[in-house]
């Protein structure tokens, strides 16, 4: 399709991202408390507050550079696990990108795939251990499909938000298995998990910054 992923649309995911959490800031701190220990939202703001400031101060025009830029702040920045494991998200995303100066499609699908598994390898979680995992997966699944179906990004993208989203709902009847949920045991049951919430606001930022992509 012609369709690629430059350092300044990845600028606009990022910004976009950020703007989902602050807004949710209050819901994802609210879904913490019921099984965490209430700190999601604010991690995750103040987390991506860094993100954009740093982005604003030194905007890296090359695709690896912004990504690991991400990853690296996001490490430090963010606390909990959810900022090891969006770090490695990104960082792995960066070593996917290698020196290609703007992704395709399936360039963007294949990076995100990466991430997916350093999430998966960081963190140990499988499907249905009601963590980010589960809104990731389906995510990424949902994105090769429409992309081999030939979709544009845009479009997959979307259909990519609406399989996170369907995952994250399906994390409330599961039992935590990994991070801090899996303490609550039976008790973990019937909440919604938070880092799959803020997970699929990253992918629903994704379906809105790449929506226009110029080919
Ligand atoms: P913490 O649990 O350290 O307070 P956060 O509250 O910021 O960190 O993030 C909690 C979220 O992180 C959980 O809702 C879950 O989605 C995700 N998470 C925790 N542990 C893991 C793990 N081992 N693998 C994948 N995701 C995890
Ligand atoms: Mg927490």
């Given at each position: 399709m012609g369709q690629t992923v430059d350092a300044a649309s990845l600028t606009r995911w990022v910004r976009e991202f950020r703007r989902a959490v602050a807004a949710n800031r209050d819901l994802l701190t609210r879904l913490d408390s019921a099984i965490?220990?209430?700190?999601h939202g604010i991690n995750m703001d103040r987390g991506l507050a860094v993100v954009v400031a740093e982005l604003e101060r030194h905007p890296p025009s090359h695709v690896s550079v912004l990504l690991r830029d991400v990853g690296t702040t996001l490490m430090s920045a963010?606390?909990?696990?959810s900022g090891a494991l969006y770090g490695t998200f990104f960082l792995r995303m960066a070593t996917a990108a290698g020196q290609q100066r703007s992704l395709e499609g399936p360039a963007f699908a294949q990076a995100l795939r990466a991430g997916l598994e350093g999430v998966r390898r960081r963190g140990k979680a499988v499907a249905?251990?009601?963590?980010?995992v589960d809104a990731l997966a389906p995510a990424v699944d949902a994105l090769d499909v429409a992309l081999a179906g030939g979709a544009g990004l845009g479009a997959a993208l979307r259909g990519a938000a609406l399989a996170a989203r369907a995952g994250r709902d399906a994390t409330t009847p599961m039992l935590a298995?990994?991070?801090?949920?899996?303490?609550l045991g039976e008790r973990s049951v019937g909440h919604q998990d938070p880092g799959a919430t803020s997970a699929a606001l990253l992918i629903a930022a994704a379906a809105t910054a790449f929506a226009d992509v110029p080919g």
């Open positions: 965490g220990d209430a700190d963010v606390g909990g696990a249905g251990d009601k963590t980010m298995r990994r991070g801090r949920a899996s303490f």
